[in-house]
């Protein structure tokens, strides 16, 4: 699977993005999906990931409530909808795919990761 991301930018506090994952090949719908972040100088974290079908989700606190995670598997692409960007939301942002099982917050049970997205939010 080949993931490729976009959507970042550069917003003002306060604003929104809406960032994509499209993914190659047939069996999207097999894998759950998830974005993590990575800021200059600091450790990647988890934001949120989703199930196969779309049922469950998961999200970091510092995103909850203002992240929505989402899925169309018939496009095979993965959303997050990003609201109410604060500048401790900058950072370079990936999506990642796994299979079925483990953890969906650990960076390690994922198998396959795009290049991430760069998203800038101005104070």
């Known amino acids: 699977v080949q993931l490729q991301a976009s959507g970042g930018g550069l917003v003002q506090a306060g604003g929104s993005l809406r960032l994509s994952c499209v993914a190659s090949?047939?069996?999207?719908?097999?894998?759950?999906m998830g974005w993590f972040r990575q800021a200059p100088g600091k450790e990647r974290e988890f934001v949120a990931a989703?199930?196969?079908?779309?049922?469950?989700?998961y999200y970091a606190d510092s995103v909850k409530g203002r992240f929505t995670i989402s899925r169309d598997n018939a496009k095979n692409t993965v959303y997050l909808r990003m609201n109410s960007l604060k500048p401790e939301d900058t950072a370079v942002y990936h999506c990642?795919?796994?299979?079925?099982?483990?953890?969906?917050?650990?960076?390690?049970?994922?198998?396959?990761w795009g290049q991430g997205t760069q998203v800038t939010v101005s104070s």
């Open positions: 990642a795919a796994k299979t079925s099982g483990g953890s969906y917050y650990y960076g390690n049970e994922y198998d396959y």
């Open positions: 090949g047939r069996s999207f719908s097999r894998y759950a």
């Open positions: 989703i199930s196969w079908n779309g049922v469950r989700t």
